[in-house]
């Protein structure tokens, strides 16, 4: 049991919360009992009715007692249960951010939300809530079943026989639904996937009238649910009626041989009556314990689904011993790169590149041909699958990841911006910046006129995913995050690509900046950037077909880059013919 661990920081409430329910399972044998003194009682000739008199006073007392028990085990349940599994999902959290892009590349974001939503607490409350009902039930049937015996061990052991009959169906309910029930966390993980893209994506769903389209995909996925959810019932819900009818058959047969153990005399009236009331008790919790086991089952599976992920460990990780860096010295040396996200799909194939400090390289060719690629292998969103990157002739995987990321400031297309204030955006960067330092970075990114026309300045609220900022202001709270960073070394990807031309021109202006003084490696369609790169990498279909300067390039016969930038050239000259006309 892997939740072990959980309790144990919890262990004397986790343990109290087993123990106060003994006295509740125990304390209903005090019903027969009673029953069994008050009607012998009126029975033998009125001779003892001071019983009689405190009877009702003692049921009180004892339900108020049970009450109050039964209360105080709910709250040390609620407590230990939330507990544990708050615990968990900072667990899984830790683990989660730590895992790798291709983990997120394959796993929807259904299935990792529901992981926390809803099976940490199926998990944990699931979990507890049935060893408290397990507990009460097993003192509770432990303490009835003994006081069977005391009125009457024949009818007894016929009573128990019925129960154990009940109870056999039990034991194949774990392979009826355990297909099913695995099938629907896919079917509910899928359905939150579904509306979480619908409502994250609500602009393409407006724009494109995807409404009916939308809602028939969620349609077809609650269809989905509830075929499943009825088959579950299908297979469990049978169980219940059978024992039920059991326990039916059960009843009669006890109360046919208990008319017969009455008129000869081995039983009194009241022991009768107090044996049928301990046997209705015994099994009433029982007809429910069908469902109460599928219950059991289906938080057993969430148990065993957290933990699987739990023990699941990243791709990339750090090696032990790995090193630490402060700066970049010499150069970074792709070699013999090879690389494929889907096995046997080969991105990109043995890339050879040599990036001196202080270079910009820039990356050209045609979409899809693995320049995005080529840049996230240097800050390891995911690792070369053959060959190696080199920091100063030291393997990045040999690198501590923590210190390899810190020297890296990356401005993608689309940069995720979190809902807070620009500033809390732009110190993510670096959460000990000086304010000198955030208006510096402020500066260095074009954002100083804008952040004056704000009211609130820098503690503006740019909601979530910065939704507030137009695109060339996100991007610019992205760069002046990068800024604050001061990594020595800068990716670009597109950084301007999503922009119109005059955002794209004030966010160029920041990049600029940004570009100056470090390692630049840089994914751009800007001809002017290109043009000025120490470098420019033409990769073609995961190959790199030509390196070299501009005017090396330019002048190449049968030049790919050439080509390319002609053709840019000319739709770039068009652009402005356009413009100006
Ligand atoms: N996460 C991913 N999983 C699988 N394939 C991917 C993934 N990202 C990119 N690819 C594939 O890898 C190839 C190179 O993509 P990319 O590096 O983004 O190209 P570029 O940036 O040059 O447009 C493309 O064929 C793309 O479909
Ligand atoms: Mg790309």
Request: include cysteine; hydrophobic fraction near 45%; aromatic fraction near 10%.
């Amino acid at each position: 049991m892997d939740i072990i661990p959980y309790v144990r920081h919890y262990k004397i409430r986790a343990l109290f919360a087993v123990l106060v329910t003994l006295p509740i399972g125990m304390m209903d044998t005090a019903i027969p009992w009673a029953l069994k003194k008050y009607i012998d009682s009126l029975n033998s000739g009125m001779n003892d009715l001071k019983f009689a008199a405190i009877m009702p006073i003692l049921i009180i007392v004892f339900s108020l007692l049970q009450s109050v028990f039964t209360y105080l085990a709910t709250y040390l349940n609620a407590w230990v249960g939330a507990k544990i599994s708050n615990g968990l999902k900072y667990d899984l959290f830790k683990k989660l951010m730590r895992f790798d892009a291709d983990f997120f590349d394959k796993n929807v974001s259904g299935t990792i939300q529901a992981r926390f939503n809803i099976d940490v607490d199926t998990a944990c409350t699931g979990f507890l809530n049935h060893l408290k009902m397990f507990s009460t039930r097993i003192f509770n049937s432990l303490s009835l079943i003994v006081a069977l015996f005391v009125i009457s061990w024949q009818l007894a052991i016929v009573a128990v026989i019925v129960l154990l009959m009940a109870l056999y169906p039990l034991t194949t309910i774990r392979k009826r639904i355990a297909d099913i029930a695995n099938a629907s966390v896919y079917s509910g993980a899928a359905i939150s996937t579904h509306y979480l893209e619908t409502f994250s994506g609500n602009r393409v769903v407006t724009s494109y009238n995807l409404y009916s389209y939308q809602l028939k995909k969620f349609i077809d996925a609650l269809a989905y649910a509830f075929k499943l959810n009825l088959k579950m019932t299908q297979r469990s819900g049978i169980l219940s009626p059978i024992m039920h009818l059991v326990i039916g058959i059960g009843i009669a047969v006890i109360i046919w041989c208990g008319s017969y153990l009455i008129t000869h005399d081995y039983l009194t009236i009241g022991g009768f009556a107090a044996f049928v009331t301990s046997v209705i008790m015994l099994y009433q919790p029982i007809k429910s314990i069908g469902n109460d086991m599928n219950a059991v089952q289906i938080s057993v599976m969430a148990i065993e689904r957290v933990f699987t992920l739990l023990r699941e460990t990243p791709k990339i990780t750090n090696k032990t011993h790995a090193k630490q860096i402060s700066k970049i010295k010499k150069d970074i040396e792709y070699r013999d790169v090879s690389f494929e996200y889907i096995k046997d799909r080969p991105v990109l194939k043995n890339v050879n590149l040599k990036i001196n400090v202080g270079e910009t390289v820039a990356f050209v060719g045609n979409s899809g041909g693995g320049k995005t690629t080529v840049v996230s292998l240097l800050s390891r969103f995911y690792d070369v699958t053959s060959g190696k990157i080199m920091i100063d002739g030291t393997d990045i995987r040999n690198i501590d990841l923590d210190s390899l990321r810190d020297k890296i400031a990356i401005v993608f297309q689309d940069n995720f911006l979190f809902k807070g204030s620009i500033r809390d955006n732009i110190l993510l960067g670096n959460e000990n910046a000086t304010k000198e330092e955030i208006n510096q970075a402020v500066k260095s990114a074009c954002l100083d006129e804008f952040i004056s026309s704000l009211d609130k300045g820098l503690d503006t609220q740019i909601g979530e995913r910065g939704v507030l900022l137009s695109g060339g202001q996100k991007q610019r709270v992205a760069i002046a995050r990068a800024f604050i960073k001061n990594a020595p070394i800068v990716v670009l990807d597109e950084a301007t690509s999503a922009l119109d031309n005059k955002s794209e021109a004030v966010v160029q202006r920041a990049i600029d900046n940004l570009m100056k003084d470090r390692t630049v490696l840089v994914i751009a369609h800007r001809l002017s950037t290109v043009r000025n790169a120490d470098k420019i990498v033409v990769v073609n279909y995961g190959e790199i077909a030509e390196i070299g300067t501009h005017d090396e390039l330019i002048g190449k016969k049968d030049s790919i880059y050439a080509s390319l930038y002609n053709t840019q050239l000319t739709t770039k000259v068009q652009e402005s013919l356009l413009q100006k006309a």
